[in-house]
């Protein structure tokens, strides 16, 4: 047996002599799918929160999910008090020492913790290189936000009446609406409901508002 398979079969973490062999976890299944991961220092942690050594992007997933631990030179996986726990190679479990090559599943992803060349390890940006990411993402996002909100905006003063013309509108059909709930007292007050709806359009010919719009039906009701 080569040192190499005899160090997988073990739950020592003794790095392999003279080697560029590293323990990892590998991602099987998911957004994440593909992923290899080097497990450093003293705890590897997985989640959903971006804090995580091991970002699960997964509603099913707790935001501190399971912790891989280093402990008298071995690995062990602590279910971090999730929702949902975590399985090794099949088995509900809340704790448990790994070797290599155990299949480990939290909330339907999986993922094996073996040992891999260094090269092999995704490549992942630094702290303050995510950092800037998340800034410049959120920056952007504003900027357009921002832009598409002044756009709509200029539009819609490019159509519609200003204020000045807005509330003389309102008041006129507000007016024109007084005397049509009078018409079947007064019949004189025919005459004014079309004269104050014939203001309403005047105000707003294109129909841009709805009072114009509504003021239009009206009129139109009694020309029938």
Do not use: C
């Not at 220092?41 to 970002?55: E, Y």
């Not at 071995?74 to 809340?94: A, C, F, M």
């Not at 913790?113 to 995510?130: G, N, Y």
Request: net charge positive; aromatic share 8%; proline share 3%.
């Amino acid at each position: 047996m080569d040192e190499i398979s005899k160090t997988r079969d073990e739950l020592t973490i003794d790095a392999v002599p003279g080697s560029n062999w590293v323990p990892a976890i590998k991602v099987l299944s998911g957004p994440k799918e593909g992923s290899v991961l080097e497990i450093k220092g003293d705890s590897f942690t997985i989640g959903r929160s971006s804090s995580n050594s091991l970002v699960l992007n997964d509603k099913a997933v707790s935001r501190r999910h399971a912790a891989i631990e280093q402990k008298d030179k071995r690995y062990i996986i602590h279910d971090l008090e999730s929702r949902w726990g975590l399985k090794v190679n099949g088995h509900d479990l809340k704790e448990a020492g790994l070797n290599f090559g155990n299949e480990i599943e939290i909330a339907g992803t999986r993922m094996i913790f073996d040992l891999v060349i260094k090269d092999r390890v995704t490549k992942r940006p630094s702290r303050w290189l995510r950092h800037a990411i998340v800034v410049l993402l959120f920056a952007a996002a504003a900027s357009s936000a921002t832009l598409f909100y002044f756009r709509h905006q200029s539009q819609k003063d490019l159509v519609r009446p200003g204020a000045d013309v807005l509330s003389q509108i309102i008041f006129h059909y507000d007016q024109g609406i007084s005397y049509y709930n009078k018409m079947s007292e007064d019949k004189g007050t025919h005459e004014k409901v079309l004269e104050e709806m014939k203001k309403v359009i005047a105000l707003d010919p294109k129909g841009t508002t709805q009072f114009s719009r509504s003021a239009r039906r009206i009129i139109d009701g009694f020309e029938k």
